[in-house]
């Protein structure tokens, strides 16, 4: 084995997951987990959050600005987006679980005090974190996995996942050793930057209604 100068050089979170506890012993030792660099400059890290019998998971890229900034996922304006079109596909957000394939926000920044960007996690950042998702889908065992966007299609179903050729349809896959239903979608951040706002939200609503649909 290489020898390494520190958790983060191994790119793996594995050594910080512990055996058991369930959602909250995972939470508390996701906020020292050290197992990629993205730790160094996010705030904190940001676990999942929700029912932890939830039916439904919800798996999006990776904390915001917001997020890193309050600790919770999907409190920005993207959050609030996918709360609406939950309710408009008859998902209710108070019985779903919510999480990101990253755990840190990773960010661009010009200058202190500037405006951090969102920069999308490599591929490497994204399998450094994989043992917190899959000690998430342990714990909650939901019937479905909403994927949101396509970062989080390419953590639990590979680099080769493309969201427009499979949005809104109804999938099964192996994702970390288990049989998964899973309904790709957009993010809702996409929605917020379309040029037609409206046309896009109608989209993420349908598809969300195909989650619905498999839950029924």
């Keep these: 084995m290489v020898a390494t100068g520190a958790p983060e050089d191994a790119y793996t979170a594995e050594p910080f997951v512990p ?7 995972l939470r508390r030792a996701a906020a020292e987990c050290r197992g ?6 996010a705030t904190q890290t ?3 959050a929700g ?3 939830a ?26 987006l996918l ?24 960010f661009t920044q010009a ?13 490497r950042e994204m399998t450094a974190c994989g043992p917190w998702l899959a000690a998430e889908l342990a714990v909650v065992e939901p019937e479905l996995i909403v994927v949101l966007g396509a970062t989080a299609g390419k953590a639990l179903l590979g680099s080769s996942f493309r969201v427009t050729q499979v949005r809104g349809t109804v999938l099964e896959e192996e994702i970390h ?39 029924s």
Excluded: W
Aim: hydrophobic residues 35%; contains cysteine; positive net charge.
């Design 19 to 25: 055996a058991r506890g369930g959602l909250p012993a």
């Design 36 to 41: 990629c660099p993205l730790h160094r400059d």
């Design 46 to 48: 940001v676990f999942g």
């Design 51 to 53: 029912d932890a019998d």
């Design 55 to 80: 039916r439904v998971m919800l798996v999006g890229e990776q904390p915001g600005d917001q997020e890193d900034r309050q600790g919770k996922p999907f409190v920005g304006p993207a959050g609030k």
């Design 83 to 106: 709360d609406r079109a939950l309710g408009d596909a008859g998902i209710d957000p108070a019985e779903a679980y919510v999480t990101n394939a990253v755990k840190h926000f990773k």
């Design 111 to 123: 200058e202190p005090r500037k405006r951090r960007i969102h920069k999308a996690p490599s591929l």
């Design 177 to 215: 050793g288990r049989p998964e239903r899973l309904v790709p979608t957009v993010h809702p951040s996409s929605v917020l930057r379309s040029d037609d706002r409206e046309a896009a939200y109608r989209g993420l609503v349908s598809d969300l209604r195909v989650a619905a649909d498999a839950l």
